[in-house]
């Protein structure tokens, strides 16, 4: 079933929307939520969540591409689980580690909140990675979406542990100066 016939069961509000949704993204989003969880109960229960987000969300929303909709709901919507779940254990997964490595370049949330609105530095932080080489996008949004480990990067893009950190080091520095250069950050 294509994603236009998806979305307009979604309109219909027709229940097959979502067994629908399920049979052809279940698998990707369910990556997706256990790439942040790691636990097979919590990435289930997240689906859940995200497919009744969906149904909430269409209508009045039609999303033109329906897998990167959904993508978003399910990784904020894990990404929300797993802060709740292990706030006491700061410093803990590599959720944490990769909200610290992306906090030095968003240093002042508070700050651009007040100044710009958030869906400004999404799209300011979206054209900077559609401009990267291939294969640094693919590496940044491995790590920053997709929340990978750095062994995990490294195995798929067969590259060394040591070039993907060099890697995402220099792409956070080019992406601090350009949020600086573009009044996102002091």
Known sequence: MTDEMIIQLFWDREENAIKETEKKYGAYCYKIADSVLRNREDAAECLNDAWLQAWNSIPPMRPEHLNCFLAKIV???????????????????EVLAVMDELEECIAGQADVEASFEASELQKSISDFVRELPKREGNVFVARY??????????KKFHLSENNVRVMLSRTRDKLRER???????I
């Open 75 to 93: 990784r904020n919507l894990a990404i929300s689980k797993y802060r709740s779940k292990y706030a006491k254990k700061r410093g803990q997964g």
């Open 145 to 154: 979406f997709y929340l990978n480990s750095v062994k995990e990067i490294a």
């Open 179 to 185: 949020l600086r250069k573009e009044g996102y950050v």
